[in-house]
Antibody
Framework: QELLQESGPGLVKSSQTLSLSCRVL??????????WTWVRQPAGKGLEWIGR???????YYNPSLKTRIAISMDTSRNHFTLNMTSVTTADSAVYFC????????????WGLGTLVTVSS | QAVVTQEPSVSVSPGGTVTLTCGLR?????????ASWYQQTPGQAPRALMY???TRSSGVPDRFSGSISGNTAALTITRAQADDECVYSC??????????FGGGTTLTVL
């Protein structure tokens, strides 16, 4: 049973803003001590931790991306969002959302991933 | 340049034992890095294997074990099976709420 479901535009033009959403399908996004997390994976490459948002709204970002990204959550719609500005072809990747159990525990649930292609 | 390092590829014989490592470009991995490991087959999302260095995630068989060995975190797989063949990625906590994945190790069982 999937807990998380990503959605996004699929194709974005270079220099534009990418917006991805991750819907939490079971339970409230604001309950528990979870970090709602974004991870990406360019084709044929490794995973990259993008950032996360805690249930109280506090955010943490990958230093290499933090000037271009923002993660937010909408408790009324039970989803969280990644916005990435000024995208380039290097941002083309499969983007996963995941639930981080925090306190050094694991990312126990992952979405299936959504492919984002940035056209030049 | 990546901070977290992994071997690009490793091979093991069926039934054999293999250890994958996860290091830091500068310094040693410690329990405070809360090393975790993820298993990923092509086209699939990662699956959690290990967290907090040596605790198995839910449903993971005891053929998988984690440790810190020397300067690195280690994932050891015993009695290797064909379906262990996939990519293994480690994740380390770097402090200040920041995490980083290693580049992943492709394990071949042959």
């Amino acid at each position: 049973q999937e807990l998380l479901q990503e959605s996004g535009p699929g194709l974005v033009k270079s220099s534009q803003t990418l917006s991805l959403s991750c819907r939490v399908l079971s339970g409230s996004i604001s309950s528990g001590a979870y970090y709602w997390t974004w991870v990406r994976q360019p084709a044929g490459k490794g995973l990259e931790w993008i950032g996360r948002i805690f249930t109280n709204g506090k955010t943490y970002y990958n230093p290499s991306l933090k000037t271009r990204i923002a993660i937010s959550m909408d408790t009324s719609r039970n989803h969280f969002t990644l916005n990435m500005t000024s995208v380039t072809t290097a941002d083309s990747a499969v983007y996963f959302c995941a639930r981080d159990r925090g306190a050094g525990l694991d990312f126990d649930h992952w979405g299936l991933g959504t492919l984002v292609t940035v056209s030049s | 340049q990546a901070v977290v390092t992994q071997e690009p590829s490793v091979s093991v014989s069926p039934g054999g034992t293999v250890t994958l490592t996860c290091g830091l470009r500068s310094g040693s991995v410690s329990p405070n890095n809360y090393a975790s490991w993820y298993q990923q087959t092509p086209g699939q999302a990662p699956r959690a294997l290990m967290y907090n260095t040596k605790t198995r995630s839910s449903g993971v068989p005891d053929r998988f074990s984690g440790s810190i060995s020397g300067n690195t975190a280690a994932l050891t797989i015993t009695r290797a099976q064909a379906d262990d063949e996939c990519v293994y990625s480690c994740l380390l906590y770097l402090g200040n709420g920041i995490w980083e994945f290693g580049g992943g190790t492709t394990l071949t069982v042959l």
